[in-house]
């Protein structure tokens, strides 16, 4: 049985880092008894975190390169061919994190397509270039969005749309790419990242009595990459301790 191989975007800090973490210390490859191994490689602009990354999990290889660059990600996915000849799993995870725009007043367009362009036209053109790959391992593909595709503050309308796309793009790639390879989506609500210190109030609001944390939606995302899923493709999974089925009125 050869190496899993699993690509995260976006895979040196947050969410990402943590995926890249989780997959290696409990993807399923890591504790066979055959001598094959979770191979995850994390995508990354960020050198120095993804420098950092590395010299924490060894495990983990890091390549810096843009993810809406196809002459960079390309490079990326010729490598992966050369040295293991398949792919098992695509996280599409990086993204433009902040969720808030200028005024649409106030709003340029060239803000409008540097948001998309990263949060969702790099991981049609991710899932494009990996298509091979994938088709040959009978992989999967993991899109990560937010709750903020199903519900807004003002003026998020770029990051929004950019992640309401995103669901909508899963369901579509899984009945194109489909059978060989499955779509799934996650979306994390407040996931505390950075392990910042929260009020009381940050926590009891949420229906399970706490703020996410980066296990939350890293497990689901092992999961979506395993055979228990088989039958899943298409579907979003919202992460987000219940918030989003929460009905809240100014009292």
Same mark, same amino acid.
């Given at each position: 049985m050869a190496n899993q191989v699993i690509l995260v975007t976006g895979g040196a800090n947050g969410i990402g880092k943590g995926i890249c973490e989780f997959l290696v210390k409990n993807s399923p490859a890591i504790n066979s008894t055959s001598g094959n191994e979770t191979i995850v490689i994390a995508v990354d602009i960020d050198e120095n975190a993804g420098f950092k990354l590395v010299?924490?999990?060894? $495990? @983990?290889?890091? $390549?810096?390169?843009?993810?809406?660059?196809?002459?960079?990600?390309?490079? @990326?996915i010729n490598e992966i061919t050369t040295q293991y000849g398949h792919l098992n799993g695509l996280i599409n995870n990086a993204a433009i994190s902040n969720p808030y725009n200028s005024p649409l007043e106030e709003l340029d367009l060239i803000e409008w397509h540097r948001v998309l362009n990263i949060n969702l036209t790099a991981p049609l053109l991710m899932s494009k270039l990996c298509l091979p790959l994938l088709r040959k391992a009978r992989g999967s593909i993991v899109n990560i969005s937010s709750t903020r595709a199903q519900q807004s503050e003002p003026n998020t309308e770029l990051y929004s749309a950019s992640k309401g796309g995103l669901v909508a793009l899963t369901h579509a790639l899984a009945n194109s790419l489909g059978p060989e390879i499955r779509v799934n989506c996650v979306s994390p609500g407040w996931v505390n990242t950075t392990n910042e210190l929260l009020r009381d109030i940050d926590s009891s609001q949420h229906?399970?009595?706490r703020v996410g944390d980066i296990t939350d939606t890293a497990a689901i995302v092992n999961f979506l990459l395993s055979e228990q899923s088989g039958f899943i493709t298409g579907q979003n999974f919202t992460v987000d301790g219940g918030m989003t089925k929460k009905m809240i009125y100014v009292e």
């Open positions: 010299s924490e999990e060894p $495990r @983990i290889r890091f $390549r810096c390169a843009d993810v809406s660059n196809e002459t960079e990600m390309s490079l @990326i229906p399970v009595g």
